[in-house]
């Protein structure tokens, strides 16, 4: 069973551009978070979605920045006209429930680095 | 709101000590604590997972206990190794799913 998948890995944009960042969760795992990891700041929480609904968008910043769990293929991350304070790592993570007996696990991160 | 802070910032500590690391919650109401390793320029690597019933989870040379009613948790790293040295992050999940991570502390093992 493959970890959650997360690509590109690294990504570079300029000021102004979009940013699409896209995770594969674990195999028969239904929900996923996405989180940002600031410059010697700590993990966030930004948004946590089932396929096709959001459920918890409370830590997403109110402009630019989407996300979305299409019943097929990865979840989306996008970004519109990125800033140089977009620039983080950014992880997903991915659950089979919300029992409290699951983890979450992380895919590899995307590092975005805007320029 | 939630707040886990996780003290030391950082730790050096010479190979085979063993050592604790400590993560305290201001909210008691979680579903789990994990604990994670991250090594640099990578992801999370998840370590140990306790539910909010269970008082301590061991897997091979890590122990972490977990205080739900004092809001604190430790891991305890056994016969330290040079390969142990990363970043040690706690996070603890509530009702709404999402995890809340403390700042980390970041562990160096000297040979």
């Known amino acids: 069973n493959a970890g959650v998948m997360q690509n590109p890995r690294h990504l570079v944009r300029r000021r102004g551009q979009e940013a699409r960042l896209r995770c594969s969760p674990m195999?028969?795992?239904?929900?996923v978070y996405w989180y940002r990891q600031l410059p010697e700041e700590g993990l966030k929480f930004m948004v946590y979605?089932?396929?096709?609904?959001?459920?918890?968008e409370s830590g997403m910043p109110k402009e630019r920045f989407s996300a979305e769990f299409p019943k097929e293929g990865p979840s989306i991350l996008r970004i519109q006209q990125v800033v140089r304070g977009d620039s983080a790592a950014y992880f997903c993570?991915?659950?089979?429930?919300?029992?409290?007996?699951?983890?979450?696990?992380f895919g590899p991160g995307t590092r975005l680095t805007v320029t | 709101k939630q707040e886990v802070t996780q003290i030391p910032a950082a730790l050096s500590v010479p190979e085979g000590e063993n050592l604790v690391l400590n993560c305290s919650f201001t909210d008691s109401a979680i579903y789990n604590l994990q604990w994670f390793r991250q090594d640099p320029g990578k992801g999370l690597t998840s370590l140990l997972l306790i539910q909010s019933s269970q008082r301590e989870q061991t897997s091979g040379r890590l122990n972490a206990s977990l205080d739900k009613s004092s809001g604190r948790s430790t891991l305890y790293i056994a016969a330290s190794q040079p390969g142990d040295s990363a970043t040690y992050l706690c996070?603890?999940?509530?009702?709404?799913?999402?995890?809340?991570f403390g700042t980390g502390t970041r562990l160096t093992i000297i040979p």
């Open positions: 996070a603890v999940r509530g009702g709404n799913e999402k995890l809340t």
């Open positions: 993570a991915s659950s089979p429930g919300t029992s409290p007996t699951y983890e979450q696990y």
């Open positions: 195999k028969g795992h239904s929900h």
């Open positions: 979605l089932q396929k096709e609904n959001i459920i918890d």
